[in-house]
């Protein structure tokens, strides 16, 4: 069964996330599964026998990716919203998912509000950190990605994506 992929404005986070995993060795957090993401992080990731773990709050849209599962790439539904979309939001949630070391954390789920948490809980958990629509200020992304060493925005589209890291110069990884 095909379906329609969405916007390319969804996609513009691929190269700062592929850059990101190509430049680490471990396991990857995807938070917030996506047609951009998911299939090709599976890819690079199971090819190179690295685990990936790929988490989303709409069951029926993680179940979309569910055909890639195997011994590396695990999927966890993590239940903020009581039917499945909006109703009575439980972000904290997302506490429960993903508490180790990683090499990369994809930061792109929902509720977009809650990003701003986990950017910093995986401030000393992850190599790199990678967030997708960082030109949204009402996100109130700035004061936690400024608590990281290492920055880099890639403002190549519209739709920002910003890595941040206090192990790895990100810029560097872009610049030389």
């Not at 090819?47 to 599962?69: I, M, Q, V």
């Amino acid at each position: 069964m095909s379906r329609k992929l969405k916007d390319a404005e969804y996609g513009t986070h691929m190269v700062p996330l592929i850059t990101a995993v190509v430049n680490t060795s471990g396991d990857v957090f995807e938070m917030g599964c996506g047609d951009y993401s998911t299939p090709l992080l599976h890819t690079i990731l199971c090819k190179s026998n690295r685990k990936l773990l790929s988490t989303d709050t709409s069951k029926e849209w993680l179940n979309l990716f569910r055909y890639l599962e195997n011994k590396n790439h695990e999927f966890i539904y993590v239940p903020v919203y009581d039917d499945d979309y909006m109703l009575n939001p439980q972000p904290e949630k997302w506490d429960k998912v993903g508490n180790k070391k990683w090499s990369v954390v994809f930061i792109d789920h929902r509720p977009g509000e809650r990003r701003k948490y986990d950017i910093w809980r995986f401030k000393d958990n992850a190599e790199i950190v990678v967030v997708h629509d960082t030109e949204n200020l009402g996100y109130g992304y700035e004061p936690f990605l400024n608590c990281y060493k290492y920055r880099y925005d890639y403002k190549i589209y519209d739709i920002f994506t910003t890595l941040v890291s206090n192990i790895i110069d990100v810029k560097k990884l872009f610049t030389e």
